[in-house]
């Protein structure tokens, strides 16, 4: 089995051209957007994501909320090569953002021989990034430090305009970098060696430069 999985990056737009048939697909939070051909076999969210950007009744097949990816996490850790971590402990190990949580939530429940990655370069507007850092990194957690606009969307068309997109449905925050490059970089490395421990490949379909090269890169 192989499984398509897409995040909101601008890479995700690959999916538009078609070419992964035979993939499950698994959309991570805004990612449903980019099935507009035929719906996603999964949507996968946190907690805390707006309920202003979910998507319509139709446009997914089943929802993997967090009580069910982590569920999962919890029950399947030992399997996966992690002992002596449970509950959040755990969830920190693998990467605190929801990137991580949806890659093992899906190296646990379908055990495939491929993850694909779209939408996952992490390859932000460092301009924005930079703005972002400079005000206290505006965001969910924190209510975008007073957000007096009726939607997020709004927001952040006001907050970033004037700067070049780097998601492909409009402007967002570069949350992933809340903790830092160098944290993404180390549970990059950690969720390949679990991988290699499973046995299952993962590899990043997306044609754009990226900063990280942990995953293989190869077209699909």
């Given at each position: ?42 949507w996968i969210h946190p907690n805390d994501f707006p309920a202003e ?9 089943h929802e993997i909320t967090h009580a069910i990816y982590n569920g ?149």
């Amino acid at each position: 089995m192989k499984v398509l999985y897409v995040g909101s990056g601008m890479s995700a737009l690959q999916v538009k051209r078609g070419g992964y048939d035979g993939h499950v697909t698994v959309a991570l939070n805004n990612a449903w957007r980019v099935f507009d051909a035929a719906p996603c076999d999964y949507w996968i969210h946190p907690n805390d994501f707006p309920a202003e950007n979910f998507p319509p009744v139709g446009r997914f097949r089943h929802e993997i909320t967090h009580a069910i990816y982590n569920g999962v996490l919890q029950r399947s850790a030992v399997e996966l090569g992690i002992t002596g971590l449970e509950g959040f402990a755990l969830e920190r190990y693998i990467g605190y953002t929801s990137f991580f949580q949806g890659l093992y939530w899906i190296m646990a429940h379908f055990r495939p021989q491929q993850i694909g990655l779209l939408g996952f370069d992490h390859d932000y507007n460092q301009e924005k990034v930079k703005k972002w850092e400079a005000d206290a990194k505006p965001n969910i957690q924190n209510r975008f430090n007073g957000k007096k606009e009726k939607t997020i969307r709004e927001w952040s068309a006001r907050y970033f305009a004037g700067y070049e997109t780097d998601a492909f449905y409009g402007h967002g925050t570069p949350d992933p970098l809340r903790f830092g490059r160098q944290y993404l970089e180390v549970k990059m490395n950690i969720a390949q060696q679990t991988a290699d421990r499973v046995g299952v490949r993962i590899v990043n379909y997306s044609e754009r430069p990226s900063p990280f090269s942990v995953f293989v890169r190869e077209p699909q």
